[in-house]
C-alpha cells in the first residue's frame, strides 16, 4: 500500500525570498530572469511576511491605468479600501505590493490536503511553514510528482471482496445507482451489466471500481437506461 507523501517530501527547499524593501522594479527583474512565477516575503528574522506573485504586479501595472474617481462615485466607496488599493497599485517596494498572510502549511500537510488548499483558493502554490519561518515551497509541478511516484502493485484480492467494495464504494455516491446496475468480478476484472442512465455515470463507475485497490480492470457492458425506466429513477 502506497503511503500519502508529506509536505516535506514534495517541497522545493531552495526558495528564492526578497526582502519587504526590495523595489519592484526588481522583483520584476527577479521573477522573469529566475522564471519563476512568485518570491515569498521575509523580515530579517525570517520570518514569513507575504508573498508577491506575478499577478500581484499585473494588478500593480493595471492600476497605474485607473481613471480618476468622480465626486458622487466617490462618496459610496470604502476610503480604507481606496487607500489600501492605491498603495498596492502604486507601490515601490516588496511590502507595498505583497499578499499578506500568504497560504501556507505545515511540513506534516499530506499531498491531498495541499491538492485541496491549492482548489479551494485558486492559488497555484504553498508556502510549508513552521514555527513562522519558512522551510520550502510546494507548486503545482511537485503534487504531480506525487502522483507518478513509485508504483505500488496491488496485493491479490479475491474476487468476492473486491465486488463487495465496489458496491460498498457505490452505496456512497448518490450518483452510483445500483438498482438498475449489477456488478461481476473475475479475476480482478470488474464487470459492470445492467443499466446506466448516463454517460457521465459510466464513467464515474469505472473510475470508482479502478480506485479499488486490487481491481486489475473495468468492462462496461451496461446499456443506456430506457425512456420508461428513466422515468421511474
Known sequence: MSVMPKAAELMTRSVIAISPEMSVDAIARLLSGRG???????????????????????????G??????????????????????????HGVTA???????????????????????????????VLVVEGGRLLGLVSRADLLRALVGPVTVPQEVPDAELREAVLIAMKREPWANGVYTTVQVEDGVVRFEGFTQHDGVRRGLQVLAMNVPGVRAVLDNTQPMPAGMMAAV
Open 36 to 62: 519563476i512565477s512568485a518570491a515569498p516575503v521575509l523580515d530579517k528574522a525570517g520570518q514569513v511576511l507575504g508573498v508577491v506573485t506575478e499577478a500581484d504586479l499585473i494588478a500593480r501595472l493595471a
Open 64 to 89: 497605474l491605468k485607473d481613471a480618476p474617481m468622480g465626486f458622487f462615485r466617490s462618496l459610496f466607496t470604502d476610503p480604507v479600501a481606496r487607500a489600501e488599493r492605491y498603495a498596492r497599485t
Open 95 to 125: 511590502r507595498d505590493v505583497m499578499t499578506e498572510g500568504a497560504i501556507s502549511v505545515g511540513p506534516e500537510a499530506t499531498a491531498d490536503e495541499i491538492a485541496h488548499v491549492m482548489e479551494e483558493k485558486h492559488i497555484r502554490r
